[in-house]
């Protein structure tokens, strides 16, 4: 039962261009959600979150948005980097059980020159 | 970056051994988790930790065992390894509980069982 899914297991979009990842959840208890980046051969790295108590965060190029009612997130990266090529895995929390975040498939983002 | 680090990174082994993997922190950080990798899955937990010797089951710990002895160790046991175990094994450290704090990764072990 995956309780967060991420639909699309690849994008491809080019340099300066905007990239948007989605993830959709199926608990309503999740109320802190995350997205990690993954390069090959390395472990995934904390990239940025968001509580349910808010519907937007942005850290520099990247901004996360959360739409509770649909129960849906998105990532946007802007402007897109070939550095930015990775996999993003999106993952979730609830409090009542704060130990099981659970993630996604992930997403392999490819930015092209 | 974090300081932790996994051992073995690879590792063959065959049907029905035992294998142990050992993740390595030098952050003092109270909690740490075991995650397996496998495609179209992502990241799912096997077991974490909470404290030395305190330690809990994830979605999918069947299989598995883990011990913390001491707070900067976690380890990850199969007591007989079988094919499906064969996957990407993360270990990762956070503060405090995963709800409202970061979790570093490790490096990873990548362990096929044939």
């Known amino acids: 039962d995956q309780q967060v899914k991420q639909n699309s297991p690849s994008l491809s979009v080019q340099e300066g261009r905007i990239s948007i990842l989605n993830c959709d959840y199926t608990n309503s208890m999740f109320d802190y959600f995350l997205w990690y980046k993954k390069y090959p051969a390395e472990g995934p790295t904390f990239l940025i979150s968001?509580?349910?108590?808010?519907d937007k965060n942005e850290d520099g190029r990247f901004t996360v948005f959360l739409n509770k009612s649909a129960k849906h997130l998105s990532l946007h990266i802007v402007p897109s980097q070939p550095g930015d090529s990775a996999v993003y895995f999106c993952a979730a929390s609830a409090l009542y059980n704060n130990n099981d975040m659970r993630f996604g498939a992930g997403t392999r983002l490819t930015v092209k020159p | 970056d974090a300081g932790i680090t996994q051992s073995p990174r690879h590792k063959v082994t065959e049907t029905g051994t035992p294998v142990t993997l050992r993740c390595h922190q030098t952050e003092n950080h109270r909690y740490m988790y075991w995650y397996r990798q496998d495609p179209g899955h992502g990241l799912r937990l096997i077991h974490y930790?909470?404290?030395?010797?305190?330690?809990d089951k994830g979605e999918v710990s069947d299989g598995y065992s883990v011990s913390r002895s001491k707070t900067e160790d976690f380890l990850l046991t199969l007591e007989s390894a079988t094919s499906s175990q064969t996957s990407v094994y993360f270990c990762a450290i956070s503060e405090g509980g995963s709800s409202y704090n970061e979790q570093f990764f490790g490096p990873g072990t990548r362990l096929t069982v044939l």
């Open positions: 968001i509580s349910s108590i808010k």
């Open positions: 930790s909470y404290g030395v010797k305190d330690t």
